[in-house]
């Protein structure tokens, strides 16, 4: 980016037309990405949650719990 801000000083037309529209779709998709990886740790957490309430048999061992939350 050094050398964008530099061509930018010299032609200001590049900072409205190139680098800003440039950093907002990066910022878009840095937040698009960030939003995702959200919501698949908080699909994670559901899915625990509700296999965890539905639990009805006491007889699962740990190790059974863990296989079929695919933690090992």
């Known amino acids: 980016m050094p ?6 000083e010299l032609f200001p037309i590049v900072q ?3 680098l800003d529209p440039l950093r ?3 910022d878009y ?4 990405e960030r939003v995702t990886k959200a919501r ?5 957490i559901e899915h ?11 007889s699962v061992t740990p190790s059974q ?4 939350l695919d933690l090992y």
């Open 29 to 32: 998709w840095a937040d698009l």
């Open 16 to 18: 409205t037309e190139i």
């Open 40 to 44: 698949q740790v908080s699909d994670r």
């Open 48 to 58: 625990i949650n509700a296999f965890v309430a539905n639990m009805t048999d006491f």
């Open 3 to 8: 050398l964008y801000k530099a061509f930018a």
């Open 65 to 68: 719990i863990m296989l079929r």
């Open 24 to 26: 907002r779709a990066l």
